[in-house]
């Protein structure tokens, strides 16, 4: 059911009953350039190309340095550079060949950041990462403003539980409870998701 819903937020399936939209705009009525521009997706399997740090993350666009190196820290990229005595201008291999399960997975979430898109998926994201950096970066993540964060995982730490407006928790398929957090007018999301 978990990978079903993030693939229909991501459009892969266009033949389904009943109604998805955002801010009120049914997705059937939205281009799918721009619900491409919209969404980034981070799974667990993470695809790298063979180039620089810098360029897998900016994927050829221009970054500020500002900009990057506040990406860095938000995914802790900058302990993996100084562990790897390595910059961003460090080769990867294709695929990620001389990284780690868990350091692949920073690079595709600087990714996501640097792309600004205004929904973030996560599917399993931080699955090869410790429960520390796992969590350091999670809290960055969900305290982007402008960025609904839709997260996947089969394993939630409670102490995280604070930073989620809603948690809907599927079992076979059906979902088996839903939490949601009373927001201030303030704390209002920029983007609604729901799906009928």
Known sequence: GKSTI???????????????????????????????????????????FDGTIEENISLYNELNEKELDEIIKKTRLDKVLERKNATIQTKIFENGLNLSGGEKQRIALARALARKSEILILDEATASLDNDTSNFILRNILNEKELTVIEVTHHMDPKNIDFYDEVIEIKNGRVESITKKELSESENMVLRLKMV
Do not use: A, P
């Open 6 to 48: 993030c693939k229909l937020i991501q459009n892969y399936y266009r033949n389904y009953e009943g109604n998805i939209s955002i801010d009120g705009i049914n997705y059937r009525d939205i281009s799918e350039d721009s619900l491409n521009n919209l969404i980034s997706t981070i799974e667990q399997e993470v695809y790298l």
